[in-house]
Each structure stands twice: as structure tokens, then as C-alpha cells.
């Protein structure tokens, strides 16, 4: 199928799913990765093999441009890009290229969000490819029957229990279907031949691979497809997919409705309902509550974006069960309130991460999957409510963290008096990718997909070369006691759980400007709304904004930041009263792995990636322009 890259239809009906400032930061940016810094150096060639293409944190170029955490991603984004498929063509075809070279992120064993800009329309649509909890699932399906406690993380990580319905496929079908050119076989042909040729492990790929290789031995076929030998595969070493291969030509042969309704989703039901856990191992791997119902009964949706002004700019994100668009907005709206001066930036630090605690209360209290509990989403957004928050932070104090979440009622006054009793921050995996493509005729897309951490559940589909996510470990695992506040994220009946994944769009005059997201669990939030800052009120450009030191504030009594950040304004918060501590990870002293772009004028685009954070990233242009 091919249409003009304009072009757009309504969905099928289901049963036919079938696809075919820089002088002012200038001391902060010498205390962490220079701006100009070279990208690692590529492992070497396993024999036989042309090896990785080299990365590069920043491309500048007309015709369409990508960012991704991988250059065999970016290349096929590229690829898709130069025969004339569009920006959502190259996003998915991207994001397959990532199931196999990032498998213990990017599986279609997962799901994730996706911001769009269609130009023809000029229009921000956010699709929602979040995984779903199975029709089994309770409130209490997370405590232990046996202790009446919650089951301890890593128990609930490495189990069925913790699977959700992947919503990958379905939600690339949508977004073919709505937005692009070409059809999903023809899409996933480079995929197929990255996993059938292999691709050179890299330092990122073996580390992954070791912080897992313990629970991967106990999963069978885990252990033979990640641990090859039982070993961890070396660097420079070639790795290959064939499963994986056959997998996604099998796709590309009899469409989505073969993984949703076929024989291989009867095979993913069946293995999380019995995991195929090695029977020496000691590791208690309990079963899950899926059904193949639960799969046939998946939809991706196609979702209202949220919308927020600041500073003369719209900005578009993630709605729930996506916390992303609704806490980065009401952070601009509550920091709207106050100037933020360049020649200033620990005071402007200081109310970002007042900002933040206030906002990450409130994502607590409300946030939640708005299919199935109430969330007050146009209140939480309005400026009214930012106002009321906007009060409590003192430009020269810290308040006391935990902060209470706010009243999203109405009914705004000029002040509050501070709470402190709410809840606990909950666990949120940090392993996640993120990639932006721009096209040639003004389409954007800022994609986030997970399956949630570093290798999910650890459980590998047999013989289909693909993990399943752990994405439900997302949900609060105790359900509130008597008195307590509801809680959104309780797990329910195909329930989303709550993610912080934020794709987010920034229009300037009706037009796409910038383009970013990242990995890092509830740490993407604070990442994306630093970059912005950093962008927007601090005067960086954006390769400067990316690569700037970090910290998060998500309403606990330390700032947890990188140690660059900590040298450069450690000293002026903590007069302010904060208290900063090195984030602990994983990885420790690391917070995201960005990816962005930037429409410099009508048609130049530069793209953005990590010079080294997890190994750097990959931009990539059409045609290069030497700046």
C-alpha cells in the first residue's frame, strides 16, 4: 500500500487489522560532558561483519532528520526517510530496528506513547500504546497471600504476574493506518535484516546482559538466546536474532491480528500463564493472569494531547494514563508564575525543583488511567491551580519534601498552607528509549517505548526472539487502608498502569520548534522539563540544553542529581536547603538518555542525542549542512 505522505484515512475496522545561554552556563557545561565531545568509539568489527556505523550526538541538515540511542535505528529511519516514506513510516521502522539491537527496552513484548504532528492537518495527536493489565487482575493480585505484604519489587518484576498485554503492534497498526505511507512488512524488511546479519555488541548491550544474566539463567529460553554458550556475549562480538527475524516476517506475512488474536498470542498467553523457568532453578517465577482473551480484547488509542502556553510556546504531551504531559504542564503553569533570569541559573534551578515537588504531590494524588478513574486533568492544567501552587515556593527555601498534593477543585485561593503527609514514591523502572524523527514535509513524531526494566520480566516468548514487559509492576502494589486517600494506581481490569513516559511536541506560532523525550522512569518528567528550561528560559542551544548536568526532584526529602550538576550549583542550593545526593540508578550517577530535535527555519532540522550518556546516541540528517 502506498499513499502520498499527506494523505490519511479512518481506521479499519478491527477485524481487518491487517497491515500490509551559553555564556552563562558556560562554567556548568565545563563540568560535564563537553558540548563538542567526540561520540565513544565503535567496538570493532566482529569478523566477517562491516561493523556499527559511527555515532554522532548531533546532526544539522535539511530533508528530514532522526535521533535515536542506536545508529542502526537512526540508519533505518534514515533509510525510510530517503525513498520517500514519512515521519511516522520512520518511527516505527525505527522502533523495530530497536527490538533487535536494544531487545531489553525496546521488545515488541512491550508498549509505549506517541506524540504526532501531522503537517497537512496542522495537528498534535497523542497515540496510546500502553500496555493493558489482564482481565484477571485485582486490587490486592500484588500481595503476597501468604504474608499479607506486598510482594517484595524484584519478585513481582521477574514473574507473569507482573506482564501487561503488549500494545506495541497495535499501536504501530494505528499509526500507519492514521498517519502513514507504507505498509508494516514493508517497514519491518531493515529490522529483518539487522536481526538475521547480527549486530556488533557494544558496551551498553554486555552490560545490560550481565546486570541480568542471573535471572536470565533460570528462564530457558531467556538463557539461550541472551546467553549464548552461557555466556555473556562479548564486546565486538556479533549478535544474531533469527527467531526474532522469523518473528517479525511472520508479521509482516498475516498482519497484527496474528500477535492479538492468532496463534502467537495464544503462545505469549501460555507463557505467562507458565513461565518457562528452568526446573533446578531456585528462583520463584509465579505465574501470570493472561488469557488469550485479554490480548484479542487490546486496542491502541488514539488520544487528545495535553496543552499548555509557556513563554509564547504550546506545548503538547502525553494525556493519562501517561503522567508525562499532565506534570511537565503543570510545572510550566506553576513556573509561568515567576521569571527565570539566565544570569541567574541556581535561582532558576531552585524553583524547578520547588516546581517539580509541588507537581509530583499532585501526580501522586490524581494521576492515574482516566479510562478507568476519575482524573482531574483540565484542573490540574489550569492556571488557576498552578497559581494556587505557584504560592507556596519561597525564592530563597527549600520547603520540607514530602510536599501534600493540592486541591484540583475549582476553587483557587491565593494560598495553602503546607502538608506534608502523602504518599510514598513508587518504584518505576528507568529503562526505556526514546527517538524523534522529522520528515521533509513538516511531520513530527516523538516516540517513547518500554518495556519497562532492563530486560522486563525476563521472560523470552519461546522461540520468537522477543522479552515480555513487566510494565504492571507500575501500579501501586498496596492497595490504600481505611481513611487513606484513593489511589488511581491501584491495579484493576485491563487497567493502564501509570507511566511517566513523555513525548513531547513544542509548537512556536502554529509550528513544530522542538521535539524530545527520554528514558528514566519517573525521572523522565524532570529530564524533559530541565531540557526545556534549559532551552527556553536559560538561552542554551539545544545540544547545550540536552547535555547539561541533571537533577530530579520528584517530591522526596534528597535532590538526587549527576555529580556535575552537584559541583556546578550543589554549593547554592544547599544554602537554599536543599539536600543533593548522586543518583543511584541504574546506571548510578546517570539520569536519561535524551534524544531531540530542533526546526531551526522552515525545512532545517538539527537533531540531537547524548554524547556519552549510556553510550551516546545517534542523530542523523538527510542532507547535512556544515553550520
Not at 491502541?300 to 501517561?322: F, N, Q
Request: one cysteine or more; proline letters at 10%.
Amino acid at each position: 500500500m502506498l499513499r502520498s505522505p499527506s494523505s490519511s484515512k479512518p481506521p479499519a475496522p478491527r477485524a481487518r487489522r491487517r497491515t500490509a545561554l551559553v555564556a552563562a552556563i558556560a562554567t556548568a557545561a565545563s563540568l560535564t560532558v563537553p558540548a563538542a565531545a567526540a561520540a565513544p568509539a565503535a567496538p570493532p568489527a566482529a569478523p566477517g561483519h562491516p561493523g556499527p556505523p559511527a555515532k554522532q550526538p548531533v546532526a544539522t541538515g535539511y530533508g528530514g532528520a532522526v535521533s535515536t540511542v542506536d545508529p542502526d535505528a537512526s540508519r533505518t529511519a534514515l533509510e525510510v526517510l530517503r525513498r520517500g516514506g514519512n515521519a511516522m513510516d520512520a518511527a516505527v521502522a525505527a522502533g523495530a530496528t530497536l527490538g533487535v539491537t536494544e531487545p531489553y527496552v525496546a521488545a515488541i513484548g512491550g508498549g509505549g506513547y506517541i506524540t504526532y504532528y501531522d503537517a497537512e492537518k496542522r495537528r498534535v495527536h497523542a497515540l496510546d500504546g500502553r500496555e493493558i493489565a489482564p482481565k484477571l487482575m485485582r486490587e490486592d493480585s500484588f500481595i503476597d497471600p501468604a504474608t499479607g505484604e506486598p510482594l517484595p519489587f524484584d519478585q513481582a518484576v521477574t514473574s507473569g504476574l507482573g506482564v501487561g498485554v503488549p500494545g506495541t503492534l497495535a499501536q504501530w497498526d494505528l499509526a500507519l493506518r492514521r498517519f502513514g505511507t507504507r505498509d508494516l512488512g514493508r517497514l519491518l524488511r531493515p529490522a529483518i535484516r539487522v536481526a538475521d546479519r547480527g549486530f556488533v555488541v557494544d558496551r551498553e548491550f554486555h552490560d545490560q546482559t550481565a546486570m541480568n544474566a542471573a535471572r536470565f539463567r533460570d528462564i530457558v529460553p531467556t538463557r539461550e538466546l541472551f546467553l549464548p554458550d552461557g555466556r555473556v556475549p562479548a564486546v565486538g562480538s556479533l549478535f544474531r536474532n533469527p527467531d526474532l527475524a522469523d518473528t517479525y516476517r511472520e508479521l509482516a506475512r498475516r498482519g497484527t491480528d496474528w500477535f492479538y488474536e492468532g496463534r502467537l498470542g495464544k503462545e505469549i498467553a501460555r507463557t505467562v500463564a507458565d513461565p518457562p523457568v528452568d526446573p533446578d532453578a531456585t528462583r520463584d517465577v509465579r505465574p501470570g493472569l493472561m488469557r488469550p482473551r485479554d490480548l484479542a480484547a487490546y486496542r491502541a488509542l488514539l488520544r487528545e494531547p495535553t496543552h499548555v502556553s509557556y513563554r509564547g510556546m504550546d506545548v503538547y504531551g502525553m494525556p493519562p494514563s501517561s503522567s508525562g504531559g499532565t506534570t511537565i504542564g503543570e510545572t510550566l503553569n506553576i513556573l509561568g508564575n515567576f521569571r527565570l533570569d539566565e544570569r541567574d541559573p541556581a535561582a532558576a534551578l531552585h524553583h524547578y525543583l520547588e516546581a517539580t515537588k509541588l507537581a509530583y504531590a499532585d501526580r501522586g494524588r490524581y494521576l492515574g488511567d482516566a479510562d478507568k478513574v476519575d482524573v482531574p486533568v483540565a484542573e490540574l492544567l489550569s492556571s488557576g491551580f498552578a497559581g494556587e501552587r505557584a504560592c507556596l515556593i519561597d525564592p530563597d527555601r527549600a520547603a520540607a519534601a514530602p510536599v501534600a498534593a493540592g486541591s484540583p477543585d475549582g476553587d483557587y485561593r491565593p494560598c495553602v498552607p503546607p502538608r506534608t503527609r502523602t504518599r510514598a514514591l513508587a518504584p518505576e523502572g528507568p529503562q526505556t528509549t526514546h527517538l524523534v524523527v522529522a520528515d521533509k514535509w513538516g511531520n513530527v513524531a516523538s516516540y517513547t517505548l518500554s518495556i519497562e526494566q532492563f530486560g522486563g520480566s525476563g521472560i523470552t516468548v519461546p522461540g520468537r526472539g522477543f522479552l515480555l514487559n513487566n510494565q504492571l509492576t507500575d501500579f501501586s502494589f498496596r492497595p490504600p487502608g481505611p481513611g487513606e486517600a484513593p489511589d488511581p494506581n491501584v491495579p484493576g481490569p485491563h487497567k493502564r498502569p501509570r507511566s511517566s513516559m513523555s513525548p513531547t511536541l513544542v509548537l512556536k506560532d502554529g509550528r513544530p520548534k522542538l521535539a524530545l523525550g527520554t528514558p528514566g522512569g519517573s525521572t523522565i518528567i524532570t529530564t524533559v522539563l530541565q531540557i526545556l528550561i534549559n532551552r527556553i528560559d536559560l538561552g542554551m542551544d539545544l545540544p547545550a540544553a540536552l547535555n547539561a548536568p541533571r537533577a530530579t526532584q520528584r517530591n522526596t526529602p534528597q535532590v538526587f542529581a549527576e555529580q556535575a550538576f552537584i559541583d556546578a550549583y550543589g554549593a547554592a542550593l544547599a544554602a537554599r536547603g536543599h539536600r543533593l545526593e548522586v543518583f543511584p540508578g541504574p546506571p548510578a550517577g546517570v539520569i536519561g538518555a535524551a534524544t531531540g530535535l530542533e526546526i531551526l527555519r522552515p525545512g532545517l532540522v538539527q537533531a540531537v542525542a547524548e554524547p556519552t550518556r549510556r553510550g551516546g546516541g545517534s542523530a542523523l540528517v538527510v542532507r547535512p549542512v556544515r553550520r
